[in-house]
């Protein structure tokens, strides 16, 4: 069992920055494929990046592509999405999950068996 907690969104002006950041207890989290979605009211939700078991792999989708950096230290059993130049279509409760299949599996969310509750990111324009 692994549970996720969220923590770092907020309100921003738009060209600002933030970083979320995602707790993670349990065994193995290690070994897992960490991710952060998001979703935006009236959307589906949808895939923003991910990071394999080992650090070695790093996957963005094309919207954030460039301002957007995920990071994890596996020390702490955390994961971390810096976000730069924030657009107000960045606005989102950005969520983080866990794949505990072994290697990266890919973006849909169906493949990722743990979630976190959320954290609302708003960016003002």
């Known amino acids: 069992q692994v549970q996720l907690e969220e923590s770092g969104g907020g309100l921003v002006q738009a060209g600002g920055s933030l970083r979320l950041s995602c707790a993670a207890s349990?065994?193995?989290?290690?070994?897992?494929?960490m991710a952060w979605f998001r979703q935006a009211p009236g959307n589906e939700r949808e895939f923003v990046a991910a990071?394999?078991?080992?650090?070695?792999?790093?996957y963005y989708a094309d919207s954030v592509k460039g301002r957007f950096t995920i990071s994890r230290d596996n020390a702490k059993n955390t994961v971390y999405l810096q976000m730069s130049s924030l657009k107000p279509e960045d606005t989102a409760v950005y969520y983080c999950?866990?794949?505990?299949?072994?290697?990266?599996?890919?973006?849909?969310?169906?493949?990722?068996?743990?979630w976190g509750r959320g954290t609302q990111v708003t960016v003002s324009s």
């Open positions: 999950a866990v794949d505990s299949a072994i290697g990266y599996r890919g973006r849909r969310g169906s493949l990722y068996e743990y």
């Open positions: 349990g065994r193995f989290v290690s070994r897992y494929t």
């Open positions: 990071m394999s078991a080992s650090g070695g792999g790093t």
